[in-house]
């Protein structure tokens, strides 16, 4: 039998089946998705995984991988058949190898992104890749759905940090890729195809990760802006004068903020008064903390913003990310919510957000528009609160309507319906409707290629 084979795989402590322990690996984070499965399995090392991925295959049962099930679009849940293996990289969580005159480390799949990190800066190096959820979200999963962040505008996406990959194919069979190489022009750059697949290709079970210097002179503010149009030429201006210096520029409007305020204990609001939007910016800026004083006050004479501060220490900037990073939190807290995940060209931001706001309250007036993200990058998460007036089923009654008209301005926008969290089920009819059959077909020549039994995570993104 199937399940005993696995199970005498991993061992006794290496699978779960108890409902009451298996119920957080079953539901998506906003409780948007659940699944079923008959079994959970937690393999220690990648020849683990291989035999698992060969047992499978062997009885065409479909395996779903998983990493800190942090996603928003039910990328790593099992459908509710109870037939799907669902497969936890948590136990593959060690740091391999640590190289810093290669600028590079080698991590296993389940390592926590918070660790990584912290492995990169005691070798006086930075992983720059940075996330809400980098305390518990892991390497593998970033990787799998090419995950952004608030670090994209200088360092790139997870595509961009990842040097060479480690997967296990639908076959069992295992692709050793890593590499530490900055140039390769040997055949096909492999390891590009199983970042962003989500799992439906094979299972990444290790990664080669590109680091770089610590930043120097780093700092952090909180600046006040009129619109998200102001926040767009404020970026323009402050690239001017710091070229590539700016590592993150992320926008949050005042109601994003005023949630923040209300749910999240032990934060405080950074004005004595509310404004309209605000901007996080944090660089390495030359003269410190008073270089960065003038250039913002530069910025400020020219009227691109309002009020800004400058984080004094350490723990003042960490309580301006907490402001930032405590958004969908809070936002949970408000009631139900619909997640879009876009992008559009950086110049149109402001346009894009206004127009995507009139259209949604075209649908719905009192939609409660909670719209912040990554400027530099041009992604924008424009989410939708369940206003006050509306019980959740009301609300639901407007969830598709909602969504076609965001969606429906981002692409004439020329933008994408996902920046970041990839497809997963959540956008798996929507990537049919917006891309061309010539693309879609591609993906599916390399899914049959990869995957013909099509065990690997089936039903998400294509």
């Not at 079994?39 to 047992?55: D, F, G, K, N, Q």
Request: net charge neutral; aromatic share 6%; charged share 20%.
């Amino acid at each position: 039998m199937l399940i005993e084979k696995l199970k005498s795989i991993v061992g006794v402590e290496g699978w779960v089946d108890e409902p009451a322990v298996l119920e957080s690996h079953l539901t998506e984070w906003r409780g948007a998705y659940r699944g079923k499965t008959p079994l959970m399995v937690v393999p220690r090392t990648t020849s683990e995984v291989s035999e698992l991925v060969r047992a499978c295959a062997a009885e065409r049962t479909a395996i779903v991988p998983q990493g800190g099930n942090t996603g928003l679009c039910g990328g790593a849940i099992p459908d509710s058949s109870n037939t799907q293996i669902l497969l936890s990289l948590a136990r593959l969580n060690r740091i391999r190898s640590v190289s810093p005159d290669d600028y590079s480390l080698v991590a296993e799949a389940g390592c926590v992104l918070a660790d990584v990190q912290s492995q990169a800066r005691e070798i006086n190096r930075l992983f720059a890749l940075s996330l809400a959820a980098e305390g518990s979200c892991q390497i593998g999963g970033n990787i799998s759905t090419n995950a952004g962040g608030t670090n994209v505008l200088r360092f790139g996406t997870a595509r961009e940090q990842v040097l060479g990959l480690e997967v296990v194919l639908a076959d069992g069979s295992i692709w050793d890729g890593i590499r530490s190489l900055r140039k390769d022009t040997a055949g096909y750059d492999l390891k590009q195809l199983f970042i962003g697949a989500e799992g439906t290709l094979g299972i990444i079970t290790a990664a080669s990760l590109r680091l770089f210097p610590l930043p120097r002179d780093l700092h952090t503010a909180i600046i006040a802006v009129a619109s998200p149009g102001d926040a767009v030429a404020l970026l323009s201006d402050l690239r001017s004068q710091l070229s590539d210096q700016i590592q993150a520029f992320e926008l949050i409007s005042d109601r994003a903020l005023r949630f923040v305020m209300r749910h999240i204990a032990g934060v405080r609001a950074p004005f004595a008064e509310n404004h309209p939007w605000y901007v996080l910016i944090e660089g390495s800026v030359p003269g410190g903390q008073k270089g960065f004083d003038t250039v913002l006050m530069n910025t400020m004479d020219r009227g691109l913003a309002l009020n800004a501060i400058v984080a004094g220490s350490l723990r003042e900037a960490d309580e301006f990310w907490r402001l930032r990073h405590s958004i969908s939190e809070a936002q949970k807290s408000e009631g139900a919510s619909l997640k879009h995940d876009v992008s559009v060209p950086v110049g149109r931001i402001g346009d894009f957000i206004r127009s995507a706001e009139s259209a949604v309250q075209k649908v719905l007036a009192d939609a409660r528009v909670v719209a912040f993200g990554h400027v530099g990058d041009g992604n924008v998460h424009f989410n939708i609160s369940q206003p006050k007036s509306q019980s959740l089923e009301q609300f639901g009654g407007y969830a598709a309507a909602l969504s076609d008209a965001v969606y429906s301005v981002t692409l004439a926008f020329n933008g994408s319906i996902s920046a970041e969290h990839g497809i997963g089920k959540a956008k798996r009819e929507l990537l049919r409707k917006v891309r061309g059959e010539t693309e879609l077909s591609l993906m599916r020549a390399v899914k049959q290629a990869l995957d013909p039994a099509n065990i690997m995570n089936p039903g998400k993104v294509l």
